[in-house]
Structure formats: structure tokens, C-alpha cells
């Protein structure tokens, strides 16, 4: 006979017993985080020379040229 009270019999029920909160980490997005290459800011280096340049917002890194000597520059 029913309880009435919602309780019922252990492992029976509508629920999946899966809830909320399956993720695997945080993810910093885009332009975020703490690793090279991440945000507007920063330094464009020369990988040949080591001539720093300030990095332009917009403009990535590997389309700008070393003043020097004319290398690809890679973010810092």
C-alpha cells in the first residue's frame, strides 16, 4: 500500500540520479587565462633576434615582422 508521502521504495522514482554538474574544469575562454599567446596584451618577441615590439590589439603577432631582421614575430 502507498505512503502517500513521496518517499516510496530506494532506487525507484522519476529522478536519473544524474543531477546537476557533470563538467570536467573551468575553461578561461577566450583571450583569457594565464598562457602564452592569451590576451591583448603583452609583447610580440622575434624568435631569431629576441627584439621585443609592444603587441597591437588586432594584429596578431605572426602577421607583424621584426624591425631588425625581418622575421615573424610570435607572442611572448
Known sequence: MPRG????????????GRGMGGGFGQSRGRNGGNRSGSGPGGKC???????KVPHQQG??????????????????
Not at 6 to 16: D, E, I, K, S, V
Open 59 to 76: 594584429v596578431p603577432c605572426v602577421n607583424e615582422k621584426c624591425p631588425n631582421c625581418g622575421q615573424n614575430m610570435q607572442k611572448e
Open 5 to 16: 508521502d513521496g518517499t516510496g521504495p530506494a532506487g525507484q522514482g522519476p529522478g536519473t
Open 45 to 51: 618577441v622575434c624568435p631569431s633576434c629576441g627584439t
